[in-house]
């Protein structure tokens, strides 16, 4: 490329830009309804083209490269500009807490723990009553005991239960009721 085309290329270049201008700023201006920014973005846009100028090879192609690199300034600008917010600032939408799920997680384990010390017995008629909600009768007859002894398994399994576990009591609900 002889000196005389390069001047002449870089005439139209810049008058070609110049004249890009309006569009440019119409199409910023409806993306961000800021003048100010409009503005800002077509300022920024046409500086970016006149410095990196030797990257467009074909000037008919000069619309579409402008208009990418108007894209791009626009994305750098909301990416610089995402609004941030302070996480104490964030109302609480969850009514349970992680620190809710931990306290619930030990009252758990200190129930299991009080269930798995009963004896056998005691551990298989609290379980079938008061997790599985089977009759008096219906454990009676899965583990082939009088109905007697099953009350009296409950009753027992209950009472030994209450030691251990009388500080959780305001915590504890009823798993079933029938």
Known sequence: MSVLSFF??????????EASRDRLYRV???????????????????????S??????ELEKLDGWLFSILHHCWMDHL??????????????VEEITPQDVCHESEI???????VAGLPIGQRQVLTLVDLEGFSYNEVAAILDIPVGTVMSRLNRARRALM??????????????VK
């Open 52 to 57: 990196r100028s030797a990257q467009l090879r």
């Open 108 to 114: 758990i384990d200190r129930v299991r723990q009080a």
């Open 28 to 50: 910023a201006y409806s993306w961000c309804h800021e003048p100010w920014l409009a503005d800002d973005l077509v300022q920024l846009t046409l500086e970016k083209a006149l």
């Open 163 to 176: 030691a251990p576990l009388l500080d959780l009591k305001p915590h504890i609900r009823l798993v079933k």
């Open 79 to 92: 990416r610089r500009n995402r609004p941030m917010v302070d996480i104490d600032e964030i109302p609480q």
């Open 8 to 17: 002449c290329r870089a005439r139209e270049f810049r008058q070609r830009l």
